[in-house]
């Protein structure tokens, strides 16, 4: 949920920067909504509906990128599906339906765009997962098993190809400004703030810096890293 509103800011930056922005989307209407909310006036990029639980949409997907760009040097994972319960309540197909989407669906994409990447011996792939897959959250043992997967997958993606000029990384957000945050009253938000030391909720933008910056030349030597963004409401 609270990815919603992320990946326009997120295109929004990456549609400043030297390279061409591709966006996929779940639903065709959220792939296209992307460009339109950034205001993208650029030459189109592709853009396109994959299920992120289709075993083959991924090798599709990277084969229609580099098909219409020439390369896919830039992999950001940004999909995110909760299915929020007490693990007493939570069914076996609630559990294995986020840890697909939010888990085995990065690591197929991954897996997918890295052999371009190691040949062209440059690449970058960087992962949203969650404060709550280091802290954990009642009520979110799946979604917070899957972002923690996130992290110890992508230690161990960076591990194998760092060789090959390929970096893996991680962004850790916190509570972002979203239309399930705007919904709460004006009580829960003075106690979320409490836990906030700059005491307010990041914005979409913050996280696109933050993702912006692991996709640079410039951090061409950082890798295996999880970065968190999230106020300092866990300094980890």
Same mark, same amino acid.
């Given at each position: 949920?609270? %990815?919603?509103?992320? !990946? ?7 549609? @400043? ?15 296209? #909504?992307?460009?339109?909310?950034? #205001? ?20 599709? &997907? ?36 986020? &840890?697909?989407?939010? &888990? ?8 997918? *765009? &890295?052999? #371009? %990447?190691? =040949?062209?011996?440059? *690449? ?8 709550? #897959? ?12 899957? =972002?923690? *997967? ?5 230690? @161990? ?7 090959? *000029? ?10 972002? =400004? ?10 829960? !938000?003075? !106690?979320? %703030? ?6 307010? %909720? ?35």
């Amino acid at each position: 949920a609270s %990815m919603s509103r992320v !990946k326009p800011a997120l295109f929004t930056r990456m549609s @400043s920067e030297p390279s061409a922005p591709s966006t996929c989307s779940t639903r065709a209407a959220g792939a296209a #909504g992307s460009a339109r909310s950034a #205001g993208a006036t650029s030459t189109p990029s592709p853009r396109s509906a994959a299920s992120a639980s289709s075993s083959a949409a991924p090798a599709a &997907l990277v084969e229609q990128v580099e098909g219409a760009l020439g390369s896919l040097d830039i992999l950001v994972n940004n999909a995110g599906f909760t299915r929020d319960m007490l693990a007493l309540r939570m069914g076996d197909a609630d559990w294995a339906a986020v &840890l697909e989407v939010d &888990l085995t669906a990065p690591f197929r994409l991954a897996r997918a *765009g &890295l052999r #371009g %990447m190691m =040949k062209r011996r440059w *690449g970058r792939i960087v992962s949203i997962a969650s404060i709550v #897959g280091v802290t954990g959250n009642a009520g979110q043992a799946n979604y917070a098993a899957a =972002k923690a *997967g996130l992290i110890g997958m992508s230690k @161990s993606l960076a591990q194998e190809v760092a060789t090959r *000029g390929v970096t893996v990384n991680v962004v850790a957000p916190g509570f972002v =400004k979203t239309a399930m945050t705007d919904a709460l009253n004006e009580a829960q !938000k003075a !106690k979320l %703030m409490e836990r906030i030391p700059t005491g307010r %909720m990041g914005a979409p933008e913050d996280i696109a810096a933050a993702v912006v910056f692991l996709a640079s030349v410039e951090a061409g030597w950082t890798t295996g890293q999880t970065l968190h963004v999230n106020g300092g409401m866990a300094m980890i």
